[in-house]
């Protein structure tokens, strides 16, 4: 309880409590924008924040992630165009309302429902995430081994639908993550004579170019026609009828969205699609969905921004990207020189409160953003891509820049650019990708570290509990797909 008043006292810091409000306003904004979506744009700022210090830097990132969310749903109620992926399940009902004449109202539960589900989720992260780390002092390099090659067991389920295509993404980020000189032998590694790839490949040329150039060059690519703009007057609140209509499909959509963003593999998408087939399924008016539910749309909502909380268990507590927009996240916390994972609980309570209380800030933010200044916003996906691209490409080059003044990073985020390019065109999805980068460092440190410890015995890990429970549950994980189906084989041979 005292970190936690810890924490909201940092948050009424006026620097730290701006950062939380222009984090909001930027994620409804550039939510709103079809093609730009919350991952691109944290990857974008992610250079800007190495200044900002710890605390202001994932305050702000985490308002980023809130509001995004939402501002997905402004556009995907008035153009039927998601301005975040994570709203597409919202337009299937809301653009339906829209053209009823009810935009005002399936925008005002939009932002209701998505500030309930928002606020649900990070009420759990509090009880939550302090529950995983109880085991923190029983963690040492062996442990931190086996939860690091967990969450790279789970990289054939983030991403694409194709596992095929999700590992091999993942392995690519593998090799990267193994470039530059080894610190215990002192080799270098895949360097081909480069002095700017002797400290290995950086996290945040390679995560702009990934998202927002790769995103610019598959937006450059298309040809996208201007959408129809349903007229608006203003969102206005949902009455106790709506309310009492929607009040279970809120509470599933927040439970879903809870328990699917803490699972190390999924996303506010999936939760979104879940909720919303959950909602039908559980509706006493199902003769109204696809002809412009008020239910599809409270659903979907509140799970897509419960995600964004129950993403960030793993991801604070263990130290395992919950999505790929937490895996850019962890990435900004290690670039702040913060390590996540069971120790961060011991180490900097007051840090992980604050970040738990801007985000409740933030919830509280687009709460009354989406209400009064819906209108204002629905007219940010007229900006002409002529302007809006090239302004992306000009602040890649910056971000990329910037760190370390290096043209090298600029080359690598060219690189990786078009290989978002590739992947989006060929159905590789870029999440795999990160984990592999993010988490291969982790897995080659601590597997030296623990075979220092065994005096090169590999079979000490048999003398440590909590590593043989994860290495248990990673096998499962692995082994189950080809258990089952040879389960399923065998019924039919007995049928």
């Not at 810091?13 to 691109?40: H, K």
């Not at 939550?128 to 442990?143: D, H, N, Q, V």
């Not at 009064?372 to 691209?389: D, G, Q, V």
Request: charge should be neutral.
């Amino acid at each position: 309880m005292e970190a936690f008043l810890g924490g909201l006292a940092i948050l009424l810091d006026p620097y730290v409590m701006l950062m939380v409000l222009l984090g909001t306003v930027l994620g409804i904004f550039v939510g709103a924008l079809p093609g730009i979506s919350g991952s691109t744009t944290i990857a974008l700022l992610l250079p800007m924040t190495i200044a900002m210090g710890p605390i202001p830097a994932i305050c702000f990132l985490g308002a980023i992630y809130c509001a995004a969310n939402f501002g997905g749903s402004i556009t995907a109620i008035m153009v039927n165009a998601p301005g975040d992926p994570s709203a597409s399940a919202t337009a299937l009902e809301g653009y339906k309302m829209a053209e009823k004449g009810q935009a005002g109202l399936a925008l005002g539960m939009s932002a209701v429902s998505s500030a309930i589900g928002g606020i649900f989720s990070v009420v759990v992260l509090i009880f939550a995430a302090p529950m995983l780390a109880r085991a923190a002092y029983s963690f040492g390099p062996p442990e931190y081994f086996a939860l690091a090659l967990f969450g790279l067991s789970m990289c054939a389920a983030i991403g694409g639908d194709s596992a095929i295509k999700n590992l091999i993404a993942a392995a690519f980020g593998l090799l990267l993550a193994t470039v530059g000189m080894d610190l215990t032998t002192g080799v270098e590694r895949f360097t081909f004579g480069s002095y700017e790839l002797s400290d290995g490949i950086g996290f945040v040329p390679v995560l702009i170019g990934l998202f927002a150039v790769g995103e610019m060059l598959d937006q450059a690519a298309r040809r996208v026609g201007k959408a129809k703009i349903i007229h608006l007057d203003a969102a206005r609140v949902p009455g106790w009828a709506e309310f009492k209509k929607c009040n279970r499909s809120i509470w599933i959509g927040s439970g879903i969205g809870t328990f699917i963003g803490a699972l190390p593999a999924l996303g506010a998408t999936t939760a979104a699609l879940i909720g919303y087939n959950e909602t039908r399924r559980w509706s006493k008016h199902k003769h109204e969905f696809g002809k412009g539910s008020i239910e599809g749309v409270a659903g979907p909502e509140a799970a897509n921004n419960a995600a964004v909380g129950g993403s960030m268990v793993p991801t604070l507590a263990l130290g395992i990207p919950g999505s790929a927009t937490t895996a850019i996240i962890l990435a900004a916390l290690i670039v702040q020189g913060v390590r996540p994972g069971p120790h961060l609980f011991n180490e900097q309570p007051t840090l992980l409160y604050a970040v738990f209380a801007s985000m409740l800030a933030a919830n509280m933010f687009y709460l009354f953003m989406g209400l009064y200044m819906a209108k204002l916003f629905a007219r940010i996906s007229l900006i002409p891509p002529a302007i809006l691209w090239p302004a992306v490409f000009v602040l890649s080059i910056i971000g990329a820049y910037g760190p370390n003044q290096s043209m090298g990073d600029v080359v690598i985020m060219l690189v990786a650019g078009v290989v978002g390019f590739l992947f989006r065109r060929t159905g590789f999805s870029p999440a795999p990708l990160i984990m592999g980068l993010v988490l291969g460092g982790m897995v080659e440190e601590t597997l030296k570290q623990s075979l220092i410890i065994f005096g090169d015995d590999v079979t000490g890990f048999l003398g440590r509990p909590i590593a043989l429970a994860l290495f248990a549950v990673t096998a499962t994980g692995l082994l189950w797909p080809v258990v089952s189906r040879l389960l399923r084989v065998a019924r039919a041979a007995r049928a």
